[in-house]
């Protein structure tokens, strides 16, 4: 199939994300699979944030999947901490361009992310705050422009749960290098949790080095299985 040149990123010659299934596999692989909303009614309970880290912001798919999948769960009062980053950031309207594929879907959910991605500024290296309000509560971007390994080191507290996405091994290497990954396992709550679409060996062994418990669950799409660990 012919991928659109504008879901291509030039620097690792690889796309953004399927854009036919792109919503539906982040809900599967990233939220269902790591049972986000047992996990956040757990958080609403407790008054305490949950927390998200991501490797590979992108043009915010994840995010915007997210905040769809929170405001159909009908919970309230949630507060989610959501930590990622990007070497290569997006213009805003290169990003607007991009998740208009959805536009029929969740249009008002990229109006509201892509208005609040203009309000950073992309060409100042390290973190940057975007507090969205929704329907669900309360969703607070923290996103670091730059290295990976930077970013998970800069982080302050340890996360729930993480988002393994970024491009695939073969084209973009250095997002699942064991380093990045053992560190990704220093900053897991005991009994935090992973999740990723590929199974590629290196991944596994490097997952399973930093403490994680994997195994196999279903994909979405053309992608039957997909990873999740959890954090001994």
């Known amino acids: 199939m012919l991928i659109p040149s504008y879901l ?116 100042v290296s390290g973190w940057h705050s975007m507090k969205i309000q929704q329907s669900f509560g309360t969703l607070e971007i923290n996103l670091w422009i730059g290295e990976a390994l930077e970013m998970v080191n800069a982080l302050e507290k340890l996360c729930d749960v993480w988002f393994l996405d970024g491009h695939s091994p073969k084209k973009n290497p250095s997002i699942w290098r064991p380093e990045l990954l053992m560190e990704i396992g220093e900053k897991t709550k005991t009994g935090g949790t992973c999740a990723t679409f590929t199974v590629a060996g290196a991944v596994k062994s490097a997952l399973i080095s930093a403490g994680f418990t994997l195994k196999k669950l279903p994909g979405c799409g053309g992608k039957n299985e997909v990873l999740h660990g959890v954090k001994g």
Do not use: C
Request: glycine letters at 8%; hydrophobic letters at 40%; zero cysteines.
């Open 8 to 123: 291509v990123n030039e620097q690792f010659d690889d796309r953004y994300f399927d854009v036919v299934n792109a919503l539906d596999e982040a809900q599967q692989i990233y939220f269902r699979n790591n049972n986000l909303i047992e996990r956040i009614i757990m958080g609403i309970e407790s008054k305490t944030p949950f927390i998200i880290g991501e490797t590979g912001f992108g043009a915010g798919r994840v995010v915007l999947s997210l905040m769809e999948f929170m405001e159909k769960s009908g919970l309230k009062n949630v507060s989610i901490e959501y930590n990622s980053v990007e070497l290569y950031p997006l213009s805003p309207e290169r990003m607007l361009d991009i998740l208009n594929g959805f536009k029929d879907r969740v249009g008002e959910g990229i109006h509201t992310l892509v208005e609040a991605y203009r309000s950073i500024d992309i060409s």
